[in-house]
């Protein structure tokens, strides 16, 4: 936030060529501001040069008008003839996982988790006419949760990558171990296993992706749901609440 004032004198007519250079370091992001409110710009051009690929921009910043890759590296261009902007430029430094604050919102997005998986476990249980008593859903989403549970422990003396597998690896175990004496081996196995593995596994694992981690989660909703549609098309709900209720 400071300025440079330096009085120069220059005869009529006289042309002078001024080159400004500085050094800047910090963390999160970098940003370049044309001031407080909106301003008028004419002839500008900005040229950085990164040198990692995961280029990312800070919200309400401008993108820039040209960009070239070379490898790992990055050559963007912001150039402008007029402008008039309140908006910076910017660009987000890339930074190492925090274990803390990524399993917070991995822990944070688990009852949507669970609540997919108990909903595709009770249509499973409509279709093949299975007969599972609240208790069994209470055993499985405890174990379900010891994923959340051990994770957030392991983080602290585990490289967070082998972290997640072991505690992915606990959560199946426990819950296809325990279905199988309720279900059987092939139910508990395949069905059990693959749908924990998706909605357990792969659902956590897109919080490696924050840009796409809505998307994931979006679209293993939709999923869910044209599954659920597909497997209970033919069904009579009617019949299928009379059984119940009686």
Known sequence: NGHLIHPIDLSPGQELSIDLSYHSQGLDE?????????????????????????????????SPTSRTRDGDAWTLTWKYNHLLTGTDLGMILPARLNPGPWVGKVVTAAPISLFLFFFLLFI?????????????????????????????????HL?????????????????????????????????????????????????????????????????????????TGRIDWNTVFNKETS
């Open 159 to 231: 490289i967070i990558h082998y972290a997640f597998i072991l505690s992915s690896a606990v959560s199946i175990v426990l819950v296809t171990s325990y279905m199988r004496l309720v279900l059987g081996t092939r139910l508990a196995f395949v069905e059990m296993g693959l749908g924990q593995f998706v909605y357990l596994v792969l659902f956590s694992y897109t919080f490696f992706f924050p840009g796409y981690t809505g998307l994931a989660v979006t679209l293993l909703c939709i999923t869910t749901l044209f599954a659920a549609m597909q497997f």
């Open 30 to 62: 970098w940003r370049y501001s044309f001031g407080d409110h909106v301003n008028q710009v004419s002839d500008f051009e900005l040229v950085m040069h990164t040198d990692f690929a995961a280029i990312d921009f800070p919200p309400d910043s401008m």
């Open 124 to 156: 499973f249980s409509i279709v093949r006419n299975l007969d599972l008593h609240p208790m069994h859903y209470f055993f499985i989403g405890a174990a379900f949760f010891s994923f959340h549970l051990l994770l957030a422990y392991l983080v602290d």
